[in-house]
């Protein structure tokens, strides 16, 4: 059962938010990068999971990507989308920026 007795408004302070700390990634610090085409009408993305890093990093890490690859993508659920098939290019990458890195998949 929930409970109904949180603060929603009050009329000294207005609408009154919960603020949540911001959770830290889990994981064993490897990053796995993969190629998937399922849900995508066959066009494939490269997806790199596992990076310790917070939304803001994350964000920051996949722009310098997207600009490696001269390509689109997103950073989305702690892992990073990358638009085409550039594994080996970014995993030759990121082992320079000093991560562990598996190719995982076909």
């Not at 892992?79 to 550039?86: F, K, M, P, T, Y």
Request: proline share 2%.
């Amino acid at each position: 059962m929930k409970d109904n007795n949180r603060l929603v408004y009050s009329t000294d302070k207005g609408r009154i938010k919960e603020t949540t700390a911001p959770q830290k990634p889990e994981g064993d610090g490897i990053l796995r990068i993969r190629r998937e085409t399922k849900g995508r009408n066959g066009k494939g993305v490269t997806v790199i999971d596992g990076f310790l890093l917070d939304e803001q990093a994350l964000k920051a890490e996949a722009k310098k990507l997207k600009q490696l690859c001269g390509t689109g993508g997103t950073a989305k659920g702690g892992s990073v989308e990358i638009q085409g098939d550039h594994r080996q290019k970014l995993a030759d990458y990121l082992k320079t920026e000093g991560f562990q890195v598996k190719l995982s998949g076909g």
